[in-house]
């Protein structure tokens, strides 16, 4: 009898926990069923990837950040349609890309240095620095405390394809970055068949007038790349000699030597406003491109200090404004 009613009892414990365990099952399931979004979503959220920065780094990046600081990398953001949750800027904010406006308009500005306790008030999931120079010293423990941090290059002066196409890797839009390079080599290919139709390619130079004071672009770097690399335009001899010395996009020349540039067309970024007492001088006026009336002004708010494929595209309209009229 003891046997027995042990026996049943067993049965019955059995039974039960079979029981339960079902209802748990279904339970499960009937979660996994009924709202199989917010599972993919709470999933993406924690996910994650591991990479390697340019300086060694191995850095935990989400795989779908969505509050990103990237400190004057934000052309290569908007052209990924990709908006940060700050954006550069200089002088507490009264100096920003305005050429990035249309799409950044509403995005708040954050102090070009990048000061630990401001980027810890955006709560950011990601932070991309341009260069080596931004995490100096003890800096990329601190950012890395913040939020993932991850650094672009190693160099202050990039490549702005490269770049392009690194921040695509680590967002997880290669496919989008190759997309945005397409389509600026086509527009190249347009434009300077357009320039070529119209005889032989002239040369040119871009000037930027600031404080009184002129600097010319590089060869290699910035507007210079787009003018003579990308478009093929003539490089001044001048320009030549300058970027062979440079140590920045943009080296200073004297108006005296100025008057020697041997370029057909300027390009002047004018950041002194209008009527500049320097452009009365009589050695500007005797500059030869000057004197052809081919000197074409541009704001500091337009594209031409900047470089990446929205600021580089902007350029190229520029320049094709001047010479397919």
């Not at 290699?220 to 320009?239: F, H, I, R, T, W």
């Not at 406003?273 to 030869?288: A, F, H, I, M, N």
Request: proline share 4%; charged share 20%.
């Amino acid at each position: 009898m003891s046997n027995g009613f042990t026996s049943r009892k067993f049965y019955k414990i059995v039974c039960s926990s079979l029981l339960v365990m079902s209802l748990v099952a279904c339970g499960m399931e009937s979660r996994d069923h009924t709202n199989p979004e917010n599972d993919v979503q709470q999933e993406a959220q924690v996910k994650t990837k591991t990479l390697v920065d340019a300086i060694g780094n191995k850095v935990q990046v989400p795989v779908n950040p969505k509050r990103i600081i990237a400190s004057y990398l934000e052309d290569h953001l908007v052209a990924l349609g990709v908006t940060p949750v700050a954006q550069w800027s200089v002088n507490d904010g009264t100096s920003i890309q305005n050429y990035l406006q249309d799409a950044l308009k509403d995005v708040p500005v954050i102090a070009h240095d990048l000061p630990f306790e401001t980027v810890q008030s955006y709560a950011p999931d990601l932070i991309l620095m341009e260069s080596a120079a931004m995490v100096e010293g003890d800096k990329y423990a601190q950012y890395s405390k913040i939020a993932p941090t991850y650094v672009v290059d190693k160099e202050v002066n990039n490549d702005w394809r490269a770049e392009l196409l690194q921040i695509g890797e680590v967002l997880g839009m290669k496919d989008q970055a190759e997309d945005v390079l397409k389509q600026y080599d086509e527009k190249i290919a347009t434009v300077k068949a357009e320039i070529a139709k119209q005889g032989e390619m002239p040369s040119t130079a871009a000037i930027w007038l600031v404080g009184g004071s002129f600097f010319v672009v590089g060869e290699n770097v910035s507007s210079g790349a787009v003018m003579y690399e990308d478009l093929g335009l003539k490089v001044p001899e001048v320009v030549k000699e300058i970027s062979a010395s440079a140590t920045a996009n943009w080296s200073a020349i004297s108006l005296e030597k100025l008057v020697t540039l041997d370029a057909d067309y300027i390009f002047l970024i004018n950041s002194d406003g209008e009527k500049p007492e320097v452009l009365s001088d009589k050695l500007w006026q005797s500059v030869p491109a000057v004197k052809a009336g081919h000197v074409y002004t541009y704001s500091p708010n337009e594209s031409w200090l900047y470089s990446g494929a929205i600021a580089n595209t902007q350029i190229i309209d520029d320049i094709q404004k001047v010479f397919t009229k």
